[in-house]
């Protein structure tokens, strides 16, 4: 498995897509610096519009399978009550569009720069995901964030980052094959592309890939 780990996003953006206030200066999560975007929740239930990072200048060669997605954004609230202000979504997307699984779980922030991540090595967030979707400049992430007592401050975000797990070509891995004289077996195996499409070549033969994380299930042979 290869992965790009914890790219910055090279373009920084308010997203009305939700919520009512906007953030001010976005551009400033293209740089882990100390340097924010804000947005003030001042009132009960007023939440953000997204801050959306895109733009990660990922480079997954063509023919490698996505394996999962994180992404990270770097939040602090103000230092008032406890819990005042919690993170009310936060999802990905591709081709410009924001989309996938929903994975916020009204996390409050802290009133320190603490790093909020989402999804993993095996998390694809419900989009079915190639190499092309991921290095475009649109693939991007989101963020907003809800105020839940009658005041708060300014909130901040300082960074955008996001890591893609893939499995790349000429990558060697443990195959698991079901061969007609044996329930199982493992052997070492080297991933190839074929017309575009990632392929296991074990025993002179090709394989489809049917599953993988650390290793590929190969069901039968394409070619000789």
């Known amino acids: 498995m290869a992965s790009q780990d914890n790219y910055i996003c090279g373009t920084g953006a308010n997203d009305a897509t939700v919520g009512t206030e906007a953030w001010s200066n976005p551009t400033n999560i293209q740089a882990d610096d ?23 200048s990922h480079t997954v060669p063509t023919g490698s399978t996505i394996l999962g997605i994180k992404f990270t954004f770097e939040l602090s609230r103000a230092a008032l009550a406890a819990g005042t202000v919690v993170i009310i979504s936060a999802k990905c997307g591709k081709g410009g569009t924001i989309g996938g699984s929903e994975k916020a779980a009204s996390e409050e922030i802290n009133t320190t720069d603490t790093y909020y991540t989402f999804g993993g090595i095996a998390d694809l967030h419900g989009l079915t995901l190639s190499p092309a979707d991921v290095n475009a400049s ?82 039968q042979p394409c070619f000789s």
């Not at 990558?171 to 070492?188: C, K, L, Y």
């Open 138 to 219: 649109n693939f991007l992430a989101v963020c907003s964030l809800k105020v839940t007592v009658t005041a708060s401050g300014n909130n901040q975000c300082d960074v955008c980052k996001n890591t893609v797990y893939y499995t790349d070509i000429g990558e060697i891995i443990t195959a698991v094959h079901p061969p007609m004289d044996q329930p199982q077996a493992r052997e070492p195996a080297i991933i190839v592309s074929y017309f575009g499409r990632p392929m296991v070549e074990l025993f002179g033969r090709l394989w489809p890939i049917y599953s993988q994380t650390r290793a590929a299930k190969c069901l």
């Open 34 to 56: 100390g340097t924010y975007a804000t947005v003030p929740l001042t009132d009960f239930n007023m939440q953000s519009n997204y801050i959306k990072g895109s733009n990660f």
